[in-house]
């Protein structure tokens, strides 16, 4: 009997020492994954972040546009007004 308990005690003394083993090394790797992750997630971010102030800059230059070619066309209608008044 005594060999029995001494065998089952040994091979539970075994998986904790696997387990252990499996802890220790999710201690080490862990932290290393975490840091790749956070690593690729701002790379993303910085992508993107790029592509949003160009769009941004896009729009700026369209608005630009779009305020001289407003400018242009109320320029024309009060010359257009002018001119109705004038023959009036």
Same mark, same amino acid.
């Given at each position: 009997?005594?060999?029995?308990?001494?065998?089952?005690?040994?091979?539970?003394?075994?998986?904790?020492?696997?387990?252990?083993?499996?802890?220790?090394?999710?201690?080490?790797?862990?932290?290393?994954?975490? #840091?790749?992750? &956070?690593?690729?997630? *701002?790379? /993303? %971010?910085? !992508?993107?972040?790029?592509? $949003?102030?160009?769009?941004?800059?896009?729009?700026?230059?369209? #608005?630009?546009? &779009?305020?001289?070619? *407003?400018? /242009? %066309?109320? !320029?024309?209608?009060?010359? $257009?007004?002018?001119?109705?008044?004038?023959?009036?």
């Amino acid at each position: 009997m005594t060999l029995v308990r001494s065998k089952r005690r040994e091979e539970a003394l075994e998986g904790l020492r696997q387990e252990r083993r499996v802890l220790a090394t999710l201690k080490l790797v862990l932290p290393w994954v975490l #840091l790749l992750s &956070l690593i690729v997630v *701002t790379y /993303a %971010l910085n !992508v993107k972040t790029a592509e $949003l102030s160009r769009q941004v800059e896009m729009y700026r230059k369209n #608005l630009g546009v &779009l305020e001289e070619q *407003t400018e /242009a %066309l109320d !320029v024309q209608i009060s010359k $257009l007004i002018l001119g109705r008044d004038v023959v009036n």
